[in-house]
């Protein structure tokens, strides 16, 4: 079974700038010759950076919806 579990609305980042943000964070990361297991986290440093946090606050309500969610499913069964 899959359970998929969006961003909750009010932490959305708009699609087009969240994208722009990744695509400038890769193209740094590439640039600066970051690779293997230095990358997630300069990915998301960077990404973090370029939403002004942004994506640190929809990551982190992400993580709370899916602790709600699990616990529902959890009662459920």
């Known amino acids: 079974m899959l359970i998929?579990?969006?961003?909750?609305?009010?932490a959305e980042i708009p699609r087009d700038r969240i994208e722009a943000s990744i695509?400038?964070?890769v193209?740094?990361?590439t640039q600066r010759g970051v690779v293997?297991?230095?990358?997630?986290p300069f990915l998301l440093t960077r990404v973090r950076?370029?939403?002004?946090?942004?994506?640190?606050?929809?990551?982190?309500a992400l993580v709370l919806s899916n602790v709600r969610l699990a616990a529902q499913i959890?009662?459920?069964l």
Do not use: W
Not at 4 to 10: D, I, K, L, R, T
Not at 51 to 59: I, K, V
């Open 36 to 40: 293997g297991k230095q990358l997630t």
């Open 49 to 60: 950076e370029l939403t002004g946090g942004e994506s640190q606050r929809a990551n982190m």
């Open 74 to 76: 959890a009662c459920a």
């Open 23 to 25: 695509a400038t964070a």
């Open 4 to 10: 998929a579990n969006p961003v909750p609305a009010e």
């Open 27 to 29: 193209a740094d990361a």
